[in-house]
């Protein structure tokens, strides 16, 4: 695919933002398939998730990469737990009694955290994301919207100011709809059906990519209402990634002259 720097009122320009990088082991080589072979643009890293270091070697072997900070308050997967990037005696009002994040957006609240915390937290990952190398081209945020606490949406434009690193899904892009969700066996032709709707204009899609492993199956969802029957997740994110490979996908891109594009020049559009 041809990544042009100029682009037509016509045009049909698409984002394909892998999320969580660094969680697993298998989302390691899932991104790599994702960049190397794939459609993939973009790739979100969780600094706090215990394979963020194998991202971040990840990143500096490939400074051609787009890749951004996941910002993360929730570490939502059952008896694998994530602690946050500061000490977290620091940041008492953003974990649980035995330090670690809380295991969804409920249980966060419910704590009502100091947004000074949440702050501090989230400003420490871009910060250690950079320290190690990766230069981070966007923030966007994992599990929890900004709009999900007071005074969120305000520390994410800090960040966004301080460091001067644009927002994903703040520069106007409409969202293609997710595959998430969809029956592993029907996520590619959910994916064509998706691109070959698209009107002109900036688009992003938003993708949860890894294989299916022992580790990625061993992940269940804290809540009910988010688990796949299987339970773990490693099926439904082997057929993500199997879509964004596929050259089925590919050719529906080529048909609909879809270009694709990165966060690099946000600042520009």
């Not at 215990?50 to 991202?55: E, I």
């Not at 945020?141 to 644009?166: A, C, Q, S």
């Not at 969202?175 to 959910?190: A, C, D, F, H, M």
């Amino acid at each position: 695919m041809v990544r042009s720097a100029t682009s037509g009122a016509q045009e049909i320009r698409l984002i394909v933002r892998g999320d969580d990088l660094g969680m697993t082991h298998g989302s390691l080589e899932a991104f790599e398939k994702g960049f190397n072979e794939g459609v993939l643009t973009c790739g979100s890293v969780i600094v706090p998730a215990p394979w963020f270091a194998g991202a971040a070697a990840l990143a500096r072997k490939n400074p051609q990469w787009c890749l951004g900070v996941h910002l993360t308050l929730v570490g939502e997967w059952v008896g694998y737990r994530w602690r946050p990037v500061l000490p977290w005696d620091k940041v008492p009002s953003i974990v649980d009694q035995d330090g670690f994040l809380c295991a969804s957006p409920k249980e966060l609240l419910a704590k009502k955290p100091k947004i000074e915390e949440i702050g501090a937290e989230l400003r420490a990952q871009v910060s250690l994301a950079l320290r190690k190398g990766i230069d981070v081209r966007y923030i966007d945020t994992h599990y929890m919207g900004p709009k999900d606490y007071p005074g969120l949406t305000e520390v994410i434009e800090r960040i966004n100011r301080d460091f001067k690193i644009p927002i994903s899904g703040w520069a106007n892009e409409k969202r293609l709809g997710s595959i998430y969700n969809v029956p592993v066996e029907q996520k590619e032709e959910k994916a064509i059906e998706m691109l070959r709707n698209l009107s002109p204009g900036l688009w992003l899609w938003v993708t949860h990519i890894g294989i299916d492993s022992p580790e990625q199956q061993a992940l269940v969802h804290s809540a009910p209402e988010d688990r796949f029957e299987s339970p773990g997740v490693g099926a439904h994110r082997a057929a993500e990634l199997k879509a964004i490979l596929s050259p089925h996908v590919k050719a529906a891109m080529k048909e609909k002259k879809i270009r694709l594009t990165d966060n690099k020049d946000m600042r520009g559009w």
